[in-house]
């Protein structure tokens, strides 16, 4: 039997992390010769990321994990050139397949070296890989119609000569092949719109061409548009192998702790779905006057909520929201009193185990595409409110495309560190959008009840993405020399 390693590398933080290590795991279930290895970069000491490999590796032998040195910026570079600094891991890289090829090569019975699979940030590695003479596939832990947004940007860009960021702040729509309906360009990502930000997602796209074929976090009933418009054959093989989710929780010390058990006695005491969820993913925080506008908002609709409310970080601080000691002391006076019989404010929260959990009916979402397939996953409609990255263009998906959402803003933005003097979406929007999503009709209750059944269905034996898996295990392994 020929045995066959993967390398991944993936992007530092947790994030990306966990949903590639689903497909990892996916993938030495499905057949026994392969194993994997990943290549773990850090940008700073994260408990999380070292609890969650820790919980991993201990599951399971034949995913092992090495830790590259710490990234440490270059005072030279742009303080936000985190392409750089994952470029600078390069050597490091290098070194650590040399010897797995080595072991390879000297122990009889060795895996060989079949290929690298690489995070859409990760691209600069392909010519590590070509050293090695290994083939580079990408798993993106996004959507197929945002891998085919960024092709359609490339193209323009590199082909058609055109400066996407022109279209800041105009009332063009876009027609792309990935998208059955005209996006507004004030919906495009942040960084397609800024000269500096622009050349971090061109680069990885024209580098996704250069390989052998590119797995996504998505399943085919959910985004068939997308998925059809790279038969052309102008791209390389697109695999939707997804819903590729952590619903065992791996590493999350927390689900066992007081806190949630709190959380969870609250929810079990609320009808079926009618509580509303508000989360803004592990990036997502507000200033004071944002947190009050949405504090009024919940109280007016007069709905039950469970709010996960975060610190932002101190100005000029690239670090995660924190918890904040007393809530009190962002909220308007008497809110948490008013509404002690409906509502509650928390702070992390453990958002699959509350996403699955019967008394929820509502999601009001950064639109992070993670969250988005939980919440397909579960069945519970989202309300868009987007704050980063590609989630002005997911939010779009959700509503227009899919159809399975509520708008409460669409074309939102937030910067990162900025001082929460963002533009503030008032209270009665939030009221509005939080009965919208509550009270939603029917039918879209019933399309996304059937949606939830199909990612379930997706990766079933016999299932498409478990039939793409194969697909993909099949181009890989027996494939090799």
Same mark, same amino acid.
């Not at 290994?134 to 959507?143: D, E, N, R």
């Not at 709905?303 to 002391?329: H, I, M, T």
């Given at each position: &039997? ?10 530092? $933080? ?59 910026p ?10 750089y ?30 290929g690298?699979?690489?995070? &859409? ?12 003479g ?61 000269k500096?930000g622009?050349?971090?997602l061109? %680069?990885p796209?024209?580098r ?22 790279f ?5 390389p093989?697109v ?17 066992e ?10 929810l ?15 990036? $997502?925080?507000? $200033? ?7 504090a009024?908002g ?5 709905n ?7 610190q ?31 509502g ?9 185990? %509350?996403?699955?959990?019967?008394s ?5 979402s ?16 989202i ?8 989630q002005?263009?997911?939010?779009f998906?959700?509503?227009?495309? &899919?159809?399975?959402?509520?708008? %409460? ?26 009965r919208?999503?509550?009270e ?11 949606m ?8 079933e ?21």
């Amino acid at each position: &039997m020929k045995k066959a390693e993967l390398v991944f590398i993936p992007t530092p $933080g947790i994030s990306h992390l966990v949903s590639t290590v689903e497909v990892a795991k996916q993938l030495v279930d499905r057949d026994e010769r392969l194993s994997i290895i990943f290549l773990i970069m850090k940008l700073r000491s994260d408990p999380k990321v070292d609890r969650f490999i820790d919980s991993v590796s201990t599951a399971c032998n034949r995913i092992q994990f090495i830790h590259l040195p710490k990234l440490e910026p270059d005072p030279n570079q742009p303080s936000n050139s985190f392409i750089y600094l994952i470029e600078s891991q390069r050597p490091s890289v290098k070194e650590e397949v040399s010897r797995l090829v080595s072991r390879s090569e000297s122990i009889p019975g060795s895996p060989t070296l079949a290929g690298f699979v690489l995070d &859409m940030f990760c691209t600069s590695m392909i010519d590590v890989a070509n050293e090695f003479g290994a083939p580079s596939y990408i798993f993106l832990t996004s959507s197929a119609a945002s891998l085919g947004l960024q092709f359609y940007v490339q193209a323009l860009h590199d082909e058609h000569k055109v400066d996407p960021t022109e279209f800041k702040g105009s009332d063009t729509e876009l027609v792309m092949p990935c998208l059955a309906n005209p996006l507004p360009a004030k919906l495009l990502p942040s960084s397609m719109l800024s000269k500096e930000g622009l050349p971090i997602l061109i %680069i990885p796209a024209r580098r996704f061409r250069e390989t052998k074929g590119i797995m996504v976090n998505t399943f085919e009933e959910l985004e068939s548009h997308a998925i059809n418009s790279f038969s052309n054959g102008n791209t390389p093989p697109v695999y939707p192998v997804g819903p590729m989710l952590n619903l065992n929780r791996d590493g999350d010390r927390d689900v066992e702790s007081d806190k949630f058990k709190g959380i969870r006695q609250w929810l079990d005491d609320q009808p079926p779905s009618s509580v509303v969820y508000l989360c803004f993913g592990s990036r $997502g925080s507000f $200033g004071v006057d944002q947190v009050q506008e949405i504090a009024c908002g919940l109280e007016q609709s007069g709905n039950r909520f469970l709010w996960s409310l975060r610190q932002p970080p101190p100005k000029g601080k690239n670090e995660p929201p924190s918890d904040y000691a007393n809530p009190r002391d962002v909220l308007p006076e008497g809110f948490l009193d008013r509404t002690a019989n409906n509502g509650k404010v928390i702070g992390w929260a453990p958002q699959v185990d %509350i996403l699955g959990h019967p008394s929820v009916g509502g999601f009001v979402s950064h639109c992070g595409w993670n969250s988005i397939l939980e919440s397909v996953w579960f069945g519970v409609p989202i309300a868009t409110w987007p704050l980063f990255a590609e989630q002005q263009f997911n939010a779009f998906q959700i509503v227009v495309e &899919m159809g399975l959402g509520v708008e %409460i803003k669409m074309d939102y933005r937030k910067e990162f560190n900025s001082d929460g003097n963002d533009d503030i979406v008032g209270a009665g929007e939030i009221e509005r959008g939080v009965r919208c999503l509550m009270e939603l009709d029917n039918e879209k209750r019933e399309r996304l009840k059937e949606m939830s059944g199909k990612s379930r269905k997706a990766l079933e034996s016999g299932g498409t993405s478990s039939t793409w898996l194969g697909r993909f295990i099949q181009d890989v392994v027996d494939r090799q020399p």
